[in-house]
């Protein structure tokens, strides 16, 4: 079946009333018949009719046997590290989100959980790193804010050989595009913030896990650790997720042509998307995405924070500010927001610099899109004249695509 038929069809009409919309049930507890005779739900932190329709939706997406639906994408991570116990060891995408990084690093080393980060986009790397301490592996593909790609079916088979678990944060690419399951991994995570809630109004994150045993243990931590999602929010993402192969599929023929369009763009140097040919692990990407996602990252022929804060504050449809995935479109300068935290050099070494511009394509027009970028390149180069010389006459651009 089609993913737009199935994500529709797998959306159940409310037995109750027939009603076509999954109600909201904004309730903390349940009356019991007898003690411990109830009709399924007995205390909305341990189980939500609501919430519980998404659990099974993201589960069915993903092609996992259980699905569980936290507070935020952060809560959904943290819940999978405390699979592990004190003296195991991670094995992480040098590329990782940097609230994953937060939370491995300031929360989980101290309960002596260590990690180690090596480059993902080579599965040798991986497999290199492991030691016998490794319990699980983690990646996320395409990363952010560079969009480099992992070898999912290979690192999956290291993790098989060795008995670890791996985790793949599938946030980037959404179900919708990639099935990280089908290609072997344990668990896949989602800042459901995004893609899947898609309309920059919530916070919430989901955990899909391969099979019921590992299902049972994540939901053991939900409850025990408590950091569920609430009814309403619950209802939003599946609101979202009834259009989510629809979106996706215009996120990605939009950020493609976006792509192509700053590949000719004079003041650019290099862009970085999955879909363009000369990314590095094109072929890998295709192999295992059916789109190539809406975040489209590119850097400057001059390495100016100044003048990346002049064009990322004149475009007027792309919106300044952190966070992606949703209907409208937005623009970053990771240097100063979503990566402000990492120290410049460690920075450096994987591609932010400090002219680096992170788009979320959204869902207008391409052609208006591109128009607005246009505008903000002429008008930060016209209020940028001390910059002319060095870009705009003597450099011959050859754009550079990663
Ligand atoms: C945003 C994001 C997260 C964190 O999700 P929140 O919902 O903000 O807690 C995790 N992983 C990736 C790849 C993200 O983009």
Known sequence: MQEQTSILNYIPVDELTGSIAVPIYQTSTFVQDAPGVHKGFDYARSNNPTRKVLED????????????AFASGLA????????????????????IYGGAFRLFTHIYEKFGITVKYTDSTDAQNVADAISDKTALIWIESP??????????????KTAKQHGILLCVDNTFASPVSQKPIDFGADIVVHSATKYISGHSDLIAGLVVTATQ???????????????ILGPFDSWLAIR???????RIRQHAENAQ?????????KLVKSVYYPGLKTHKNHEIAKSQQKYFGGVVTFDLVVDDKDL????????KLFKLAESLGGVKSLLCLPCEMTHKSIPAEKRYQSGVTDSLIRLSVGLEDADDLIADLKQAFESATATATEFVPAWKTNVEVTSEVI
């Open 257 to 265: 042509k976006i792509a192509e369009y700053l590949v000719e763009e």
């Open 213 to 227: 045993e590992l299902g049972d243990k994540i939901k053991f931590i939900q409850n025990a650790s408590g950091a």
């Open 143 to 156: 990363t952010n804010p560079t969009l480099k790609i992992s070898d999912i079916r290979a690192i999956a």
């Open 308 to 315: 990346a804060i002049k064009i990322v504050t004149a475009t």
């Open 57 to 68: 939706l993201i589960a069915k997406l993903e092609n996992g046997t259980n699905g569980y």
């Open 240 to 246: 979202g997720i009834e259009t989510l192969s629809l």
């Open 76 to 95: 959904a991570i943290d819940a999978v590290v405390k699979l592990l116990k004190a003296g195991d060891e991670i094995v992480a995408v040098d590329d």
